[in-house]
């Protein structure tokens, strides 16, 4: 998606495709391309920095697992960077999107093969990667992180043929206020 050669620059193409598929004015772009590129000279975030970046949102917990899910999903392309089109497209979705929008992004977070369902054992590490992150917080949550996972993937399947699909995600999500909360926090419906 980005440019690889160093001190990249935002095309006038890319601004106007940004402009088009984000809540931002094409100042906003611009500004927001100035922190990424000074924060990311080389016009791409790697995992690690990912890390660095969103790990202090969490210094209670370990969010390494959860940093791992969370850039994958970013990471649209599978090149195993994040550059500024993708990481403006993912903050947009994620901050301004719509509750249905923000669902679509949050499965594809869970579904961790890319293969269009979320089984038992994605959903397992999931939900454990978000008990890692809690961190001291998670040790007053009555349930280990394998047995939540298991009562969620019940719920969400809904025709018991061992695959959550999408639809029956987000349609139980919608329908289910704490798990919308612990799997799609931020979301308003």
Not at 64 to 77: G, P, Y
Not at 103 to 115: H, K, R
Not at 148 to 165: H, L, P, S
Request: hydrophobic share 35%.
């Amino acid at each position: 998606m980005g440019n690889q050669n160093s001190c990249p620059r935002l095309s006038k193409a890319d601004v106007d495709f940004l402009t088009m598929n984000t809540h931002y004015d094409e100042d906003t772009v611009l500004d927001l391309y100035k922190g990424f590129i000074s924060d990311c000279p080389q016009g791409k975030l790697s995992p690690s920095a990912f890390m660095k970046i969103y790990g202090k949102c969490f210094p209670a917990g370990n969010a390494a697992e959860f940093c791992d899910h969370v850039f994958r999903t970013f990471d649209s392309d599978k090149n195993g960077f994040v550059d500024f089109k993708e990481f403006l497209l993912a903050i947009d979705v994620t901050s301004s999107g719509s509750a249905e929008e923000k669902l679509n992004w949050a499965f594809s977070m869970y579904d961790v093969d890319w293969n269009g369902w979320i089984d038992l054992g994605e959903m397992t590490k999931i939900v454990k990667s978000i008990y890692k992150m809690m961190g001291k917080a998670s040790d007053e949550l009555l349930e280990s992180p394998e047995k939540r996972a298991e009562e969620i993937f019940k719920q969400m399947d809904i025709n018991c043929d061992g695959r959550v699909t999408r639809q029956e995600f987000v349609r139980c999500c919608v329908h289910d206020e704490k798990l919308l909360a612990l799997l799609a926090p931020n979301t308003r419906l």
